[in-house]
């Protein structure tokens, strides 16, 4: 029987996780499947479209070759003249004049651009041509955006409340080691003693009956007796009631036994869940001198990795793209030789921005509360005194 009901608390408790993590976990799917579709979407249009020379190409190469007709063998006294001419010719280059679609354009590189259009970062350095690819470029947009900012808030809950809770315990083991240090041998000693004896006190007198606590309330006292009697008779029920909580069996037998009661209840507890979306992290209150830390550990972290398959960045270069990724500025001049790594790095965009989108909010907040302060002060100072005239 015992082992029947552990049992039985095993799979309860398997489930309470299942439906807690199920709201994350849905979120989070239903980017990764929206990011595929995505890629294999622009794959197919923008890879497949046929390359058409326009008339702008036709230009550029004959300006190219009448520049190179009229260079003479003597390069010292026109070798300015050309190297403008050549930087004005090159300034009217098109990249898709000199690179095959299917390069760009493969699943990875979709990929990228997608997770690049719904993270708003946007570098610039993939863009559609095709009108149709514009078209559902805007459109998978208008929809990407608003699920991407919802598994921003989603995991800001759980990333405020690993905060928050570190932050506690961080001052609680911060005051305790003050503590420590300030109390002095003999004060504590005594303190000690006096609490003992406190603690010792409340347990000779437990456990108290119903008469004995409400002759310990001299409110009780004063009332009428029937007032007294109602008062007896409601504190009997909840201490009744309280000695009936613990046999749990039967409630658990009924649960099992009538299934629908038990589906009802558990989806109303993950409609909760995802009622409850945001609620962390407006909670949060941390230093915002603490999210700045973790910012720039988080940053010079993926700064350090980044240039083992980037051979072009430095660490500086990579603390440059990481932030300016993060931020979801994305300038686009910083151009990455293996995107397709980069995209192991989703999990690491998503919870920097994230990161980042906590210390705005801080950096929102304290502002907010500084011109709260600044108007108060300010009204406060032009109010005009009260003149107190004589009687």
């Known amino acids: 029987m015992a082992s029947t009901s552990q049992t039985l608390r095993g799979k309860r408790a398997c489930k309470k996780i299942f439906w807690a993590v199920f709201p994350h976990a849905c979120f989070i799917l239903s980017l990764v499947i929206y990011a595929f579709l995505g890629a294999l979407m622009f794959s197919h249009i923008e890879g497949n479209r046929k390359v058409n020379l326009s008339e702008e190409y036709r230009k550029f190469l004959q300006n190219l070759w009448y520049i190179s007709r009229n260079l003479s063998d003597n390069m010292t006294e026109n070798e300015e003249v050309f ?23 493969t699943f990875f590189g979709s990929l990228f651009f997608c997770c690049t259009v719904f993270t708003t970062v946007g570098y610039g350095n993939t863009y559609p041509v095709t009108r149709i690819g514009k078209y559902l470029c805007m459109l998978y947009a208008l929809f990407g955006i608003p699920l991407m900012f919802l598994v921003l808030t989603d995991m800001g809950d759980i990333l405020a409340t690993v905060l ?45 009956t119903i008469m004995e606590v409400l002759k310990s309330q001299a409110g009780v006292k004063r009332k009428p007796v029937k007032y007294r009697n109602a008062e007896i008779f409601e504190m009997l029920i909840a201490r009744e009631s309280e000695h009936t909580k613990p046999a749990r069996n039967k409630s658990i037998e009924r649960w099992s036994s009538c299934p629908e009661l038990t589906r009802g209840k558990t989806m109303s507890r993950v409609i909760e869940n995802f009622d409850k979306i945001g609620k962390q992290l407006e909670k949060l209150d941390v230093p915002i001198v603490l999210m700045v830390l973790v910012i720039f550990v988080y940053i010079s972290c993926a700064a350090a990795i980044l240039p083992n398959w980037e051979t072009r960045l430095d660490f500086q270069e990579a603390f440059y793209f990481c932030f300016i990724t993060l931020t979801t500025i994305g300038f686009g001049d910083t151009q990455l030789e293996h995107p397709k790594f980069f995209l192991f790095f989703s999990l690491y965009i998503i919870i920097g921005m994230e990161i980042v ?13 500084l011109y709260k302060k600044v108007i108060s002060f300010c009204g406060e100072k032009k109010m005009p005194a009260k003149k107190i005239y004589p009687k």
């Open 357 to 369: 989108f906590i210390a705005f909010k801080l950096g929102q907040d304290r502002l907010i509360a």
């Open 83 to 105: 190297r403008e001419q050549i930087r004005v010719l090159l300034n009217t280059a098109e990249r898709d004049w000199f690179v095959n679609p299917k390069d760009i354009w």
């Open 164 to 208: 928050s809770k570190s932050y506690n315990e961080f001052r609680k083991l911060q005051s305790k080691i003050l503590a420590s240090k300030l109390c002095s041998g003999f004060t504590c000693n005594k303190g000690d003693e006096l609490k003992s004896g406190a603690q010792s006190k409340v347990v000779i007198n437990e456990p108290l």
